[in-house]
């Protein structure tokens, strides 16, 4: 993977955090993915949430799987800890580096393919064990990194880029987790930066597992089949002499909504979305009702955004259950850490 590096260049008036950090502080090396690209709009919510936290760059941990959205972690807090595990293994990582240091922030980034599917079992885990940190789902139902197939988000009905009707239910990640037990469930919207940084930092605050399913669109393979200036139709009626590609230039899709009201989004590719933003009077403590209402509001082809559902008395996070060590496992001296000839003898002992 080749990663370009941005200039570190900064205009003295750009405003700075307690830290004394600009946001240019905050940010990785230039973006590879394609112009318009929604994940391209979460990385910079990203930029935003971790310089309002003031978060020292060397406390932070990224890790992802593999896919598009996995390159994301190359593309914020480039003074941080970085992690590309293989596909769908990101959690069992996260898990590792967790129960090794508490003391720092883990911020997952993954793709509903490298999420729903390959790693769901790691998911469902990595819920269930209550893991301290922000898991971000990159949500665009396709596999954008292997030409366009669909991912098990992908709605029934959707059309693929090759004409395929997709007729599989899709797999919910909200809902999933929901049913899972975990503490703090959002969902948003790339193009809704005024939603999506706020639900960053209180996802990046709270103890225990908290995820947030971001709708992003794909620029790439959103294209109708059957036009005759399609990328598909090209490649079918033309011998070219070199193989190319080309990705047109597209402006991100953005939003702005109120609270309590709904409103349509259209895709690249002219079909469109409906999200509805939750309002005051919405319970995001009370579980069931809370799983209710996002099934109402699907059922009328609305996606729910806000944060669905939040449980700040859990007391089950990873720690506390396996009474990890309150120091990091590499700030512990050789002597304390092994338990000599003896020790090793009881401890195989309750084995036998």
């Known amino acids: 993977m080749t990663f370009i590096a941005k200039p570190k ?18 940010e990785g090396a230039l973006s590879t993915l394609c112009a318009g690209c929604g994940h391209d709009s979460i990385t910079a919510a990203i930029v935003e949430a971790t310089w309002g936290l003031s978060l020292e760059p ?28 293989v596909h ?27 999420t ?24 665009n139902g396709v596999y954008g990194l292997t030409k366009g197939q669909f991912s098990a988000s992908a709605d029934v009905g959707t059309k693929a880029k090759k004409g395929e009707t997709n007729v599989q239910p899709p797999i919910d990640p909200v809902l999933l987790a929901m049913t899972l037990g975990a503490s703090f469930v959002a969902r948003s919207f790339s193009g ?47 011998e070219p002499a070199v193989q190319t590609d080309f990705v047109p230039l597209e402006r991100e899709i953005s939003v702005e909504y109120k609270e309590g009201e709904a409103v349509p989004v259209v895709m690249h590719d002219g079909s469109r979305i409906v999200l509805r933003k939750l309002d005051s009077a919405y319970d995001p403590t009370n579980r069931a009702s809370a799983a209710a209402h996002i099934q109402e509001r699907m059922k009328a082809g609305e996606y729910l955004t806000g944060l669905l559902f939040l449980d700040e008395t859990a007391q089950h996070e990873f720690h506390q259950v396996n009474s990890t060590p309150v120091a990091p496992l590499n700030s512990i001296p050789y002597e304390a850490l092994s338990p000599g000839s003896q020790g090793l003898k009881k401890i195989l002992a309750r084995y036998r």
């Open 116 to 139: 729903l599917s390959i790693g769901l079992g790691q998911f469902c885990h990595a819920i269930r064990r209550n893991l301290d940190m922000l898991y971000i789902i990159e949500n």
């Open 58 to 85: 060397q406390n932070v941990v990224k890790l992802s799987g593999i896919g598009c959205s996995s390159k994301t972690t190359a593309y914020f807090v480039s003074g941080g800890h970085g992690f590309n595990s």
């Open 192 to 238: 809704d930066k005024q939603q999506l940084v706020p639900l960053i930092q209180a996802g990046l605050s709270h103890r225990g597992f908290a995820l947030i399913d971001v709708l992003s669109p794909c620029v790439t393979f959103n294209d109708h089949e059957g036009s005759t200036k399609s990328y598909a139709y090209t490649r079918e009626h033309y």
């Open 9 to 26: 260049v900064a205009h003295p008036s750009l405003p700075r955090n307690p830290l004394g950090l600009t946001r240019r502080d905050y």
């Open 88 to 114: 769908g293994r990101m959690p069992s990582i996260a898990m590792g580096a967790n129960a090794a240091n508490r003391n720092l922030t883990y911020i997952g980034v993954s793709g509903d393919g490298d």
